[in-house]
């Protein structure tokens, strides 16, 4: 018998400590091998002034147990209180939130009854970066950010998670035909990644067709791995659609490590009363005890679930007549599940889970970058200015111009105004003006956009930033204009 493995333990806020007592209990019942240490997070932590609701012992406690078992926290209302999960999943760098989104058909209430879909969300970039910008009056701007190496780690996550978990397909959305570059590298790893799992279906969508797609059809996706922004918003449609948003639990997966939790939050006026369905954060201690190496405990406590929905004992969320045979507590739904430790549900499919798919990545580092040529051959200079038309624009700022680099064309909001632009196109005063070489693609030197910075001050123009424009490997690095 192996050891018993430390966790950290939070018990929340609301209805957050009787789920926590629910699940301990169920999965000690199992046998599962961990030890406990409690910390305190969530909404008495920020009344005390702390702003990310953790205390700087339970970061030290995070850091040596490197598992979190999560109840949901109440957020105190008005500003100032940052995202206690963010914050941890920054902190440790949780790369991937996975999230199975089921339908337990025809024993909860759902429009999809052969939904089985996982949701795996990159977790650390996209537009979750946090960096923006006021640049003019009227122009905010929030910065997207995908890379190679967070890539490969999620798609290589997606494809290790599939293999484990006897999964057929692995799909990507993606919006590359809008965001080439971005969502454009994401697409081009995962047609990568793809290559090395041959065993495993493949497929890309445009998020847009394919969000109707998961939304109308889920039956038709296994599992789903997409950048941060659309599986924040995906995740929880599918959640909802499988009909069980109370039901789901989700992982937050990091190299050293993880965090997990139910996918609700703390259903305050629920709290204190002994009604709360239990289920998401179980499912949640599930996917922990996968990830500690303890696959048949997950399994045995996860089947006992199943066989309980089964029986028709249901929490009142989930109560309907004519389905549910005995509506329960908190407690008794949890003793109910201790009384099937050991059963397989008749009618649902029973789970039978391996080892962590977490495990089995961490061995593989992202792949080293190729070596890549890289050539600066431009400048987009950016200008906070509203005096007149683009024409007047254009007119006015060829005259900096000279030493090798010629304005070669002006947008806005990313629509080409000038040389030919059309008197339609609505402007705002945030410019965009290219400076390249009078042969497109030719060198030039950083020297050269120094000395047209100060040309741009010295006329008068207010610069509000740059991006120097660069091929690799011969290829443009920036995004270009049709027209251009
Ligand atoms: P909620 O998920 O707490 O509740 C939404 C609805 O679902 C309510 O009607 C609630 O009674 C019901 N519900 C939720 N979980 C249930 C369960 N286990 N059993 C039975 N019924 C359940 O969402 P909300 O009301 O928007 O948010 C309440 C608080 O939770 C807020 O302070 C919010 O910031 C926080 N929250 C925390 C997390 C988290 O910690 N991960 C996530 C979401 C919301």
């Not at 008005?78 to 939130?97: D, E, I, P, Q």
């Not at 640049?135 to 798609?155: A, F, N």
């Not at 399994?299 to 009142?316: F, K, P, Q, S």
């Amino acid at each position: 018998m192996s050891q018993n493995v430390p966790i950290t333990v939070a018990r929340g806020d609301g209805i957050g400590p009787e789920i926590m007592d629910a699940t301990l209990k169920i999965i000690k019942a199992a046998g599962a091998r961990i030890d406990i240490e409690e910390i305190e997070v969530g909404e008495q932590v920020y009344l005390r002034g702390v702003s990310a609701g953790i205390e700087p012992s339970a970061w030290e406690s995070l850091s040596r147990n490197k598992v979190f078992l999560k109840a949901p926290i109440t957020t105190p209302q008005g500003g100032g209180y940052k995202s206690l999960n963010v914050a941890v999943r920054t902190a440790f760098s949780l790369y991937a939130n996975v999230r199975p989104c089921v339908a337990y058909h025809p024993f909860v209430d759902t429009k999809h009854p052969g939904m089985d879909v996982v949701i795996i969300r990159e977790n650390e970039e996209d537009l979750y970066s946090g960096i923006e910008y006021q640049q003019t009056p009227l122009m905010m701007e929030s910065l997207k950010l995908i890379s190679r190496p967070g890539s490969e780690k999620i798609v290589r996550y997606a494809f290790e998670y599939a293999r484990s978990n006897n999964r057929k397909k692995v799909t990507c959305f993606v919006k590359d035909n809008i965001m080439k570059q971005s969502d454009g590298l994401f697409h081009k790893v995962f047609d990568e990644i793809a290559a090395e799992y041959p065993d495993i279906e493949n497929e890309a969508w445009i998020v847009d067709i394919g969000a109707a797609k998961l939304a109308d059809t889920p039956e038709a996706f296994d599992v789903v791995v997409m950048p941060n922004l659309y599986g924040d918003i995906l995740s929880d449609v599918a959640a909802q659609i499988a009909g069980s948003v109370g039901l789901a639990g989700s992982a937050n997966i990091g190299e050293g490590c993880a965090m997990f939790e139910a996918i609700h939050g703390s259903a305050p006026r629920r709290a204190g009363q002994n009604l709360a369905n239990p289920s998401g954060l179980l499912l949640g201690a599930v996917l922990m005890l996968v990830h500690i190496g303890q696959p048949e405990i997950a399994t045995a406590v996860h089947n006992a679930w199943l066989r309980t929905l089964e029986e028709g004992i249901h929490t009142y969320d989930i109560y309907a007549e004519g389905v549910s045979k005995q509506k329960v507590g908190t407690r008794e739904f949890a003793d109910a599940i201790i009384a099937r430790l050991g059963q397989k549900p008749e009618k649902l499919k029973a789970v039978n889970y391996s080892s962590s798919p977490a495990s089995q990545t961490r061995t593989k580092a992202p792949k080293v970058e190729p070596t890549v040529s890289k050539e600066l051959v431009g400048v987009d200079v950016y200008l906070d200015w509203s005096k007149g038309s683009a024409e007047k624009l254009g007119n006015a700022f060829k005259q900096v111009s000279g030493e090798g680099l010629e304005l070669k064309m002006i947008t806005n909001r990313g629509a080409k105004v000038w040389p030919n632009g059309l008197p339609y196109t609505f402007c705002t005063d945030h410019w965009r003006c290219r400076f390249q070489a009078p042969e497109i693609g030719t060198k030039v030197e950083p020297t050269q956009i120094i000395s047209l910075l100060q040309r741009v001050h010295a006329a008068g123009f207010d610069c509000i930033k740059t991006e120097n424009l660069y091929n690799f490997d011969g290829t443009p690095g920036y995004s270009r204009v049709p027209g251009e």
